[in-house]
Every structure is written in structure tokens, then in C-alpha cells.
């Protein structure tokens, strides 16, 4: 095969604790350039807690997260308020949707291209040529994203209007729109019917290929994690307890037990 | 159809008996005698009649479109696909353009003077439809803003002998700042929490200019303060007035323009991100802080300027024009007009502000029409007059590369 990946994000011995409770404990991880990782596990392991740990809605106990972008200074995430994570080059999806309901398709995707631009209330008011051809830069830009995940259609649409699974892709497209290296995605897949897990299964790997974007995504279906992950870390209980590939994972004991129960002579 | 007129019937018939006491009987006292006023009951049967039919063709009018727009059908009405026609548009905006224009030359002084509370009243919604409106930050302490405007160029113009032109800007700037500085602290706080902290704000401020003699002169207000000046001539009072009413078209027009392009601008979009889902707006790299003062700085400028030319136009100030009821008041013209619709504040500002004073004959029932029209107002179109429109962006390479992929 290739030359050794690079590794993107570096998750170190994270814990986080809400009061006596703990949610994440140490858990490591790592990302690599081009890679579809899954996080996957029973409800209440703690995946969405670790995501929004490294996010920066929670503020992690213990632990580093460390983005290693190829070419540039390595970003340390924790301790960042959600916004400065997002511009250092990390988006996310929400487990239920959530968009900006009252606010065109188009619209929803041109908010994530907010921290990619800067013109300011003056130059705003005003309509300096350096505004509008910002403006036309994002209109095209999030147009370009629309096509993508196939929604250029509803672009005026409200997207409250969106049917279910159209309303999981402008999510994803509007997490694209900030120019991440790193994509989070969490349950994308929750709630659809096969057709459209089918549909959100080449979109992702569509992402992969053509954008160069990682991807670390949680899912429960374990079908549509077994056909597009080339590695996944399996959660129990706050603690990470496997990790491989999914042909590794399929067969791990331990992951099977944490799924099913354990064996008992009965 | 038959139904509804038969529940109708019904209602009447127990209004007629509720207020049939009350209506109907009266006693005087005075001759020992009972005077039976029969045709109130005919007001009382007719009126609930009629006004309990409407109710219901109103709420099964409301049924049907929801039903039209489950099943994606077109629920946009006649008023608002007239709205989208742009060559109305500009036929409508030159109209009532003109007609603002003419109309302190053909009506009175006692005319324009309405108008240019009106007017007033315009801008101030137009700003606090910023904050509410499009941000989603409840404000009710709005009128603070305008009072730190009127107050301002109330005391720079008794110490200091400031013009109003000048004065202008800095009541502006002063409104604004004072926007951050009540933003700051709130900052954290959304829902029921940014609505009594606000309120407080706005309490505060009276209280203030209450009681601190040294600074407001406190209840008694400041009195004798300037006119706006024409190129340094003394107007009288009817020449004045039209003048005053020149600036404030001048001012409504500004604010519109501004406030159109914020609507459509980076900010603005952020701003409505921020109403719609403060999570994910984090999440897609807005900053909250950011974005959350500049909504309350720039909702305040407004009333700040505004408040300028307030206390010009009244010549007197004091702490009386500024309670909670004014606030109340503001927010219910954008609420009432639609939040976010910046025609919706106009209409809704105007309605709220000429009704009450052409209807002085019914002013007694002035809170009770208030109320009515307010819960109806909630149940049968609880986006406004005019619902939020945005802009629809049209890519034109994308057709382009269509054919060429």
C-alpha cells in the first residue's frame, strides 16, 4: 500500500466527569488523513458526550485533542469555545437535526461559510465591492456544496420544508461549508429508511474521496459502519474497549459482549 | 356551514343572558323605577352573533390552509404574492413615497404632529426588530435606549448649547453603547432570563433619571431645549413642525436602507442563526459574544438617534415618557407587525400608533381594543401582518455547468 498515513487528530487519554459521574474515561483515539472512522457502542457509552468534549461544548476534564494539519503548526482543541473549534478546521453534525428552520437551504449553508469570511457591519452597510463580491464568493461556494450532496434544487426552499433524510445532508453540507479537515458526524444515519442510509452511504464516501476530508462518524447502524469505516473504536461505559478494523471488530469478543450480553451456562 | 351559525345562535343567546343584568335593567334609584332597555339586548344578540360567526369561519379558514399546506400546496396569499411583484413594488414605494412627501403641505400642524410620532414610532421598531426580530433577543427594556438619546441631547444642549445636528450622531453612539454595555452582562442568560433582566435595564434607567437630581434634574425634566435649526433660522412653530417632519421621513428611510442590507448582509444571517439555533450557530464557528452585542449595539443606535429628535420635537423631557409601558408598546409593533418583516414593523408601528389617536372618541376602550386585537392577533397569525420573507439567491454558473459536466 501507500506511504505511511498522516496522522489529523490525536485524542489523548480524554475524561471528562459531570459531578461523580464519569462519562469519557481516557479515551484515545486517532484520526488519520483520509480515513472514515466509526465510534460505535451501546446508548449511554458516551460517544456523543466525547464528541461534544471534542467540539468544545463540554470542556473535557482531563485529556488532550490535538489536530496535526498537514503542512501547518499543530492546533491543541481543548479548553476552545465551539466557534474556534469549528475555524481551526473541525465541523459537526448534530443527532437530531439541527438547522436554522426559518432560513432558506441556501442560506443555511452560507452560515457556515460565516468564519471563512470577514466583512463587518460598516462595510455591510455601505455594499463596498470587496462585501458583494465576498457575498457572490459565498453564494457560489455554497451552491457548489448544494449540487454536491444533491440539493441544489431546494436551494430557496425554507429548510424546515426538507424532507428528513434531504434535511440530514444540508446538515452535513452546511458542517462542509467551513472548510474543516475533519468531519464529525453524529448519526447521520438515524431515522432513515434504507434507501436513503444507502443514498447518505455513497454521500459519504463521496466526501472521503473528492473533498480529502476525514471522517469520524458515530453510527448504530451497523451495516452502513461495517461497509465504509476502515477503523472503528467500539465505547462501553465511558471506556474505549476495542479498536481495528471492522473485520477485526466483527469478531472481537468483547464488542460482541458489550452488544449482546455475556454467555451464561443457564 | 349550518352548524356554525347554529353555535352561533347559541353564543348570542348566552350573551344575551349574562349581560341582560348588566344591559338590559336598569334601576333609578332616585324614582324608585325600572327602566328596561330593550334594544341593548338587540345590540348585545346581534353583536356576539355576528362576531362569534367570524370567529368560527375565521378558525376553519385557518384549518383549511394548514391543510393546504400539508399537502405542499400554495399557501402564500394574494397580498403577499402582490408583494413579491417587483413592478408593483416600486409602483407602491413611489406612491407612498410622494404621498409622505405632500402630506405636511396638505394637512395641518396638528396632522403632521401625529404623523411624526408615527414616525417615531417607525424607526424605533425598525430597531428593536434587530434585537427581536431577527437576533431573537428579547428586549424589554428597549425604551432605555431612546431615553439615553433624548437625555443625551437634552443635557449636551443645556450645558454645552450642542446643536441638534450634532447632537445626532452622538445620541446614536451614546444608545449604542449603552446597548453593549447592558449586553455584556447578559450574555449567558436566554428565554424568561434576558426578558426580566432587560425589563430591569429598562426600569433602571428611570429610576435612575428619577433620582439623580444632579445630573437629570429629576422629575421636573429639562425643559426649553432646541429645535432643530435650519442653516441658523428661527422657524415658527407650524414651519418647524414640517421641517421636524422632513428629518424624520429622511430617518425612516436611513434606518430602512440600513437595516435591509444588515437584514441580507453576513451579520444579519448570523444574527438569524443565532434566533433559530444558538448550538449550532457555535457549532458552524459564529461568535456568539460577538454577534449578540452588535445585534443590541445596532438595535439601540436607533433608538438613541431617535431619542435625539424626540426631545427636540417635545422641547421638555422628563423621566415619565420613558416607562415600561413605551417598551410594551415597541415590542408590540414588532411582534404584531412581524418579527423580522421590516414592512410588517411599519404597518404594525402605524396601526399601533394612529389608530388610538384618530379613535380618540373610544379611547375608554382603548387597553380593552388593545387586548382583543393582540390575542386575536396570536391565534390567527401569530407570524404578523407580514410574515418573514428572505432573500432567494439565484446561482446562474450553475446551469452553465450542468451542461458541461
Given at each position: 500500500m501507500s506511504e505511511k498515513k498522516h496522522k489529523l487528530l490525536e485524542v489523548k487519554g480524554l475524561t471528562m466527569d459531570f459531578g461523580g459521574l464519569r462519562a469519557v474515561d481516557s479515551v484515545t483515539l486517532e484520526v488519520y488523513e483520509g480515513d472514515i472512522a466509526a465510534l460505535i457502542g451501546p446508548n449511554g457509552a458516551g460517544k456523543t458526550t466525547f464528541f461534544n468534549c471534542i467540539t468544545g461544548i463540554y470542556n473535557p476534564t482531563k485529556g488532550d485533542v490535538l489536530l496535526h494539519p498537514q503542512g501547518?503548526?499543530?492546533?491543541?482543541?481543548?479548553?476552545?469555545?465551539?466557534?474556534?473549534?469549528?475555524?481551526?478546521?473541525?465541523?459537526?453534525?448534530?443527532?437530531?437535526?439541527?438547522?436554522?428552520?426559518?432560513?432558506?437551504?441556501?442560506?443555511?449553508?452560507?452560515?457556515?461559510?460565516?468564519?471563512?469570511?470577514?466583512?463587518?457591519?460598516?462595510?455591510?452597510?455601505?455594499?463596498?465591492?470587496?462585501?458583494?463580491?465576498?457575498?457572490?464568493?459565498?453564494?457560489?461556494?455554497?451552491?457548489?456544496?448544494?449540487?454536491?450532496?444533491?440539493?441544489?434544487?431546494?436551494?430557496?426552499?425554507?429548510?424546515?420544508?426538507?424532507?428528513?433524510?434531504?434535511?440530514?445532508?444540508?446538515?452535513?453540507?452546511?458542517?462542509?461549508?467551513?472548510?474543516?479537515?475533519?468531519?464529525?458526524?453524529?448519526?447521520?444515519?438515524?431515522?432513515?429508511?434504507?434507501?436513503?442510509?444507502?443514498?447518505?452511504?455513497?454521500?459519504?464516501?463521496?466526501?472521503?474521496?473528492?473533498?480529502?476530508?476525514?471522517?469520524?462518524?458515530?453510527?448504530?447502524?451497523?451495516?452502513?459502519?461495517?461497509?465504509?469505516?476502515?477503523?472503528?473504536?467500539?465505547?462501553?461505559?465511558?471506556?474505549?474497549?476495542?479498536?481495528?478494523?471492522?473485520?477485526?471488530?466483527?469478531?472481537?469478543?468483547?464488542?460482541?459482549?458489550?452488544?449482546?450480553?455475556?454467555?451464561?451456562?443457564? | 356551514m349550518l352548524q356554525n351559525l347554529k353555535k352561533s345562535i347559541l353564543v348570542s343567546l348566552w350573551f344575551v343572558f349574562l349581560t341582560f343584568p348588566l344591559m338590559v335593567v336598569r334601576v333609578n334609584t332616585m324614582d324608585q323605577v325600572v327602566i328596561w332597555r330593550w334594544m341593548n339586548l338587540v345590540w348585545v344578540a346581534v353583536g356576539s352573533f355576528v362576531l362569534s360567526y367570524l370567529w368560527r369561519y375565521m378558525l376553519a379558514r385557518q384549518q383549511v390552509r394548514k391543510k393546504v399546506a400539508d399537502e405542499g400546496g400554495e399557501i402564500r396569499s394574494k397580498t403577499q404574492l402582490l408583494l413579491e411583484d417587483m413592478s408593483f413594488r416600486y409602483k407602491a414605494m413611489g406612491f407612498i413615497?410622494?404621498?409622505?412627501?405632500?402630506?405636511?403641505?396638505?394637512?395641518?400642524?396638528?396632522?403632521?404632529?401625529?404623523?411624526?410620532?408615527?414616525?417615531?414610532?417607525?424607526?424605533?421598531?425598525?430597531?428593536?426588530?434587530?434585537?427581536?426580530?431577527?437576533?431573537?433577543?428579547?428586549?424589554?427594556?428597549?425604551?432605555?435606549?431612546?431615553?439615553?438619546?433624548?437625555?443625551?441631547?437634552?443635557?449636551?444642549?443645556?450645558?454645552?448649547?450642542?446643536?441638534?445636528?450634532?447632537?445626532?450622531?452622538?445620541?446614536?453612539?451614546?444608545?449604542?453603547?449603552?446597548?453593549?454595555?447592558?449586553?455584556?452582562?447578559?450574555?449567558?442568560?436566554?428565554?424568561?432570563?434576558?426578558?426580566?433582566?432587560?425589563?430591569?435595564?429598562?426600569?433602571?434607567?428611570?429610576?435612575?433619571?428619577?433620582?439623580?437630581?444632579?445630573?437629570?434634574?429629576?422629575?421636573?425634566?429639562?425643559?426649553?431645549?432646541?429645535?432643530?435649526?435650519?442653516?441658523?433660522?428661527?422657524?415658527?412653530?407650524?414651519?418647524?413642525?414640517?421641517?421636524?417632519y422632513y428629518i424624520m421621513i429622511a430617518m425612516v428611510i436611513f434606518t430602512i436602507l440600513v437595516t435591509m442590507r444588515l437584514r441580507n448582509s453576513r451579520i444579519g444571517r448570523a444574527w438569524i442563526a443565532m434566533r433559530e439555533d444558538e448550538v449550532a450557530c457555535v457549532a458552524m464557528g459564529i461568535d456568539i459574544a460577538k454577534t449578540k452585542l452588535s445585534a443590541y449595539a445596532l438595535g439601540a443606535f436607533w433608538a438613541g438617534m431617535v431619542g435625539v429628535l424626540f426631545a427636540s420635537k417635545t422641547t421638555f423631557i422628563n423621566p415619565a415618557s420613558f416607562t415600561f409601558m413605551e417598551s410594551a408598546i415597541i415590542l408590540s409593533i414588532v411582534v404584531l407587525g412581524g418579527m423580522g418583516s421590516i414592512l410588517g414593523v411599519i404597518l404594525g408601528a402605524f396601526l399601533l400608533i394612529l389608530l388610538p389617536e384618530y379613535m380618540r372618541a373610544f379611547s375608554e376602550y382603548r387597553m380593552l381594543a388593545f387586548g382583543a386585537a393582540m390575542v386575536l392577533m396570536m391565534i390567527f397569525r401569530p407570524q404578523g401582518i407580514i410574515s418573514n420573507l428572505r432573500q432567494t439567491y439565484e446561482y446562474k454558473g450553475s446551469k452553465e455547468k450542468k451542461h458541461n459536466v
Open positions: 501547518l503548526k499543530t492546533r491543541r482543541l481543548n479548553a476552545l469555545k465551539p466557534n474556534k473549534v469549528t475555524e481551526m478546521g473541525l465541523a459537526r453534525t448534530f443527532q437530531n437535526i439541527r438547522l436554522f428552520p426559518d432560513m432558506t437551504v441556501l442560506e443555511n449553508v452560507m452560515i457556515g461559510r460565516h468564519c471563512r469570511t470577514q466583512s463587518g457591519i460598516f462595510r455591510a452597510i455601505v455594499k463596498t465591492k470587496g462585501v458583494r463580491e465576498e457575498e457572490r464568493q459565498i453564494v457560489e461556494s455554497s451552491y457548489h456544496l448544494l449540487e454536491k450532496v444533491g440539493l441544489a434544487d431546494f436551494a430557496n426552499e425554507f429548510s424546515k420544508n426538507l424532507p428528513y433524510g434531504a434535511q440530514r445532508r444540508l446538515e452535513i453540507a452546511r458542517a462542509m461549508a467551513t472548510d474543516p479537515f475533519l468531519l464529525l458526524l453524529d448519526e447521520p444515519a438515524a431515522g432513515m429508511n434504507p434507501q436513503e442510509t444507502t443514498e447518505l452511504e455513497e454521500l459519504i464516501c463521496k466526501i472521503s474521496t473528492e473533498e480529502k476530508m476525514a471522517i469520524l462518524l458515530i453510527e448504530h447502524d451497523m451495516k452502513l459502519v461495517m461497509n465504509i469505516s476502515n477503523s472503528i473504536y467500539v465505547m462501553e461505559y465511558g471506556k474505549k474497549i476495542a479498536e481495528g478494523t471492522p473485520h477485526e471488530i466483527k469478531d472481537n469478543p468483547k464488542v460482541i459482549e458489550a452488544y449482546l450480553g455475556e454467555e451464561t451456562d443457564a | 413615497l410622494l404621498a409622505a412627501l405632500v402630506f405636511p403641505l396638505v394637512f395641518d400642524t396638528y396632522q403632521s404632529t401625529i404623523m411624526i410620532s408615527a414616525l417615531i414610532y417607525v424607526v424605533l421598531g425598525l430597531g428593536l426588530n434587530i434585537t427581536v426580530g431577527l437576533a431573537g433577543l428579547l428586549d424589554l427594556g428597549y425604551v432605555a435606549f431612546f431615553g439615553v438619546g433624548a437625555y443625551s441631547y437634552a443635557l449636551l444642549n443645556h450645558h454645552f448649547d450642542l446643536g441638534f445636528w450634532i447632537s445626532l450622531p452622538i445620541g446614536g453612539i451614546l444608545g449604542c453603547l449603552f446597548g453593549v454595555i447592558l449586553g455584556f452582562p447578559i450574555l449567558r442568560l436566554r428565554g424568561d432570563y434576558l426578558a426580566i433582566v432587560t425589563l430591569g435595564f429598562g426600569m433602571i434607567f428611570k429610576v435612575v433619571m428619577e433620582n439623580w437630581g444632579g445630573l437629570s434634574f429629576g422629575p421636573s425634566g429639562i425643559a426649553n431645549i432646541d429645535k432643530p435649526s435650519f442653516f441658523g433660522m428661527d422657524l415658527n412653530l407650524a414651519d418647524s413642525t414640517i421641517y421636524i
